[in-house]
Structure formats: C-alpha cells, structure tokens
C-alpha cells in the first residue's frame, strides 16, 4: 500500500471538522496529482501534529476536506545541528539543504566565515526547500533555519555539549561518530576556516573531527557530516 501524500498546513492543530486548504495545496493535490473527492491525505504543521484528511469538494478554485483525528509525533530524540558556511554557488547549497534535511538534521546555522563568499540569504525559497525535503521524506517536524551568523558570534549563543569542527588542517583528527547527545558540527567554506577561527573553536571546547580521507566540496561535507553525525 502506498503511503498518502503529505501536504503542510501550518493551521492543523486550530482546525477541527471540514477546512479549506491552501491555494498551495490544492495546486499540487488537485492540478499536479489529479486527486479528486473522497480520496485521502495526509497533513502536517512541521511541529509534530499530522491528521489524515479525505477531500469532500475539489475544483479549480477550493480544496476541502474533513479531518480525521490528530496525531501527535514526539520530537527527534536528539538535536543535531550543522552550521555550515554558505556558499556562492546557491544551486550547491540548496541541494545541500534538502539532502541534510532528509538525513534528519534539526537545525542549520548558516555561517559567515573570514573566507565564505557571500551569497544572498534566500530565506523563502530554503524555507521552502527544507519543508518540501521533509514532506518528501515523511517527517512531521521540520528543520529550523537560522539566520546568517557571523562564525566569532557563534559562541555567544547557547550550543548543545557536543561540538565538533571539520577542517583540512594538519593535526589529530578522529573521525566523526554518532552522538548520543545533542550536537553541533561546523564545516567551513571552500578555502577552509581560518586558524584563527581554528583557535577560536578550540577555546570554546570544540573538538577537531575527520569526514574521511578525501577533501570535500562544503556541500558535500555538510551531508557527509550529517550521515556520520546521525550514526
């Protein structure tokens, strides 16, 4: 048996009974995906609730459907974040995106670091890219996405107890491992983090960590990471 088509609908837990869906969903339920009255659904707020819907009206200008009851999803049993350099090429860092959002990171940290070309932060459409990835995927919680952050602001913030930095530096590098805790994993840009920044990290107890033997594009570091992180 197939599994139902997930669809986002940021309301589900304030609606009961029969509800009009979005303009956006009933473009890809009813013109994309053919569907028609009296089959079923499935819909999530990316928060963790999720009900099975059956389309009771669908035409070219409304979707309605009747909601089932609510299921609650508990939350990933550990936060794995992965702040991660953006980069110019936006096509690499959008499939980035949506492959580490598949793996099951829960939240990214764009960083701005001493050697990162700067790209233009564009929210809506990673936004949209992480919740398609997720619905695609069958998750019912989905990723946060941080702003761009400056790396030296980083550790102003609050940061789980495990933390690990990727580098091409000579040194003692184990390599990355499953972690049964919360964690944060930073990888650079295409020229690397700096030694200073190199220093920075060390002093705020992150650990130096390998992704393996070759050298990685900073996009494929991300999902690679993100793999070895997951365990």
């Known amino acids: ?34 569907m028609q009255a009296g089959e079923q659904m499935m819909l999530t707020d990316g928060k963790g609730c999720s009900a099975q819907a059956v389309i009771v009206e669908a035409d070219k200008k409304k979707l309605i459907v009747g909601l089932e009851e609510k299921v609650f ?51 809506e459409r990673f936004q949209q890219i992480l919740v398609s990835a997720c619905l695609q995927s069958g998750q019912y919680h989905f990723p946060i996405l941080q702003q761009p952050l400056k790396f030296s602001a980083l550790f102003d913030v609050d940061l789980p107890p495990a933390k690990f930095i990727a580098h091409c530096m000579e040194g003692e590098k184990p390599q990355l491992a499953g972690q ?21 990290s060390l002093e705020h107890q992150f650990a ?5 033997e070759s050298r990685l594009r900073t996009e494929t570091a991300g999902i690679v990471g993100a793999v070895l992180l997951r365990g």
């Open 1 to 34: 048996m197939n599994a139902l088509p997930l669809f986002h609908f940021t309301a589900l837990q304030s609606s009961q009974g029969t509800v009009h869906l979005t303009e956006e969903i009933r473009k890809h339920a009813i013109t994309v995906l053919r």
């Open 208 to 212: 130096p960590v390998s992704l393996g």
């Open 73 to 123: 999803h508990p939350a990933p049993p550990k936060k794995m974040i992965l702040g991660i350099s953006l980069l110019k090429n936006t096509a690499r860092f959008e499939w980035m995106l949506e492959k580490v959002t598949e793996i099951g990171i829960t939240e990214i940290i764009p960083l701005l670091a001493e050697r990162t070309e700067r790209q233009h932060f564009r929210e």
């Open 180 to 200: 049964s805790e919360d964690s944060i994993l930073l990888i650079g840009p295409e020229g690397d983090f700096t030694t200073e920044e190199l220093a920075l």
